[in-house]
């Protein structure tokens, strides 16, 4: 792995606006909220986080899928350089060429009208990467092969294929550009537990062979346990931990990342976890709370912590901490959200 990011944001945010009606004042959904984040290239690096901690949101925010507003987006694989906010609709169409997305649900991310051989196709066709069909179609049956999908399913549409063989064309369809960079929003969630460690291991294979970086999108810490190199745990538009994965997984330093660790099923009949669970819910993202945007659940909470919004400190190398009493509580357990987060 390069430790050069490949894909790096400073300050970045990305508020949706909401109301506004005659009568009404204008909000927003602070969905990203200032955040620092640099991916080393060649990494294999997860995004963790409960459903509304705009873990989606900043992964189409550094493909220039929503629109950003504020910060900055810098992307460079060697080849190319691109500042991501300002840039020219010609070459957002080159930037699409290196960074792609592999979609959460295969049923709904293929179309019922195209054959598999159509679908991994079309982006081939689309940024005019071929010249002829005879090298489309070499492009495909190469990829395809890639994806363990054989000759006799690209003739197929996608109603005759399991979820499992549906996302492995999802992935063909995403890698046959041959991206750079590519984010996989919560790939493996539609996905029964026997076929995700198939999916896994394939993600795993492909990055090997064709030297991606892959941004990998999760509520599931097993998962991510088992494939990432580093994780960002994100909560509220904000990230409070970043670290390699075996030491985030051994000495967690934020409560809220204990919490989620502790909610972890363990495969022992006879493990009995009597950690309490995290009151409340995730705080509404149009009106975040002041100070640390985790105070409103933390069980270590002070004064100063409803005040005074920490920064993403570096107290260790590579492991990054927003919150202002880590030091106090490395020894101290922290309870557990709900084991279906």
């Known amino acids: 792995m390069n430790n050069k990011p490949i894909i790096s944001c400073r300050n970045l945010s990305v508020h949706f606006p909401i109301g506004g009606g005659l009568f009404e004042r204008k909000q ?49 694989d060697g080849e190319k350089n691109y500042d991501l906010v300002d840039l020219p609709k010609k070459e957002l169409k080159e930037y699409r060429k290196r960074a792609q997305l592999i979609f959460q649900d295969p049923y709904a991310a293929l179309s019922p009208r195209m054959t598999v051989r159509d679908i991994i196709a079309e982006p081939l066709e689309v940024m005019n990467l071929t010249s002829s069909r005879e090298e489309t179609d070499e492009k495909v049956r190469e990829i395809a092969h890639k994806c363990r999908l054989n000759l006799e399913h690209l003739r197929r549409f996608p109603h005759a294929f399991s979820g499992g063989q549906r996302q492995r064309i999802s992935i063909a369809r995403s890698l046959v550009s ?23 291991n394939l993600l795993k294979s492909l990055q090997s062979e064709l030297g991606s970086t892959y941004l990998f999108i999760s509520h599931d810490l097993s998962v991510v346990a088992h494939i990432c190199d580093m994780v960002a745990v994100m909560y509220l538009g904000q990230l409070i931990e970043v670290a390699p994965t075996r030491q985030l997984f051994a000495a967690p330093r934020h409560p809220y990342t204990k919490a989620l660790l ?20 995730i705080p509404s993202p149009t009106n975040p709370p ?16 409803r005040a005074v919004e920490p920064i993403l400190e570096h107290p260790e190398l590579e492991h990054d901490v927003a919150c202002h009493r880590w030091q106090e509580l490395i020894n101290v357990d922290t309870i557990s959200v709900a084991s279906t987060t």
């Open 28 to 76: 927003f959904v602070r969905a990203v909220n200032n955040v620092n984040l640099s991916i080393p290239k060649g990494s294999f690096f997860g995004l963790v986080g409960e459903s509304g901690s705009g873990k989606t949101t900043l992964g189409r925010a550094f493909l220039r899928a929503v629109p950003i507003t504020q910060g900055e987006i810098h992307y460079s």
């Open 178 to 200: 041959s991206p750079r960079f590519v984010v996989a929003d919560e790939s493996v969630a539609a996905l029964d537990v026997s076929i995700q460690a198939d999916v896994l």
């Open 262 to 281: 502790l909610s972890i099923p363990n495969l022992d009949p006879d493990y009995q976890n009597n950690a309490k669970k995290l009151e409340g819910e």
């Open 290 to 305: 002041s100070g640390c945007k985790f105070h409103t659940r933390c069980p270590h909470v002070v004064e100063h912590c």
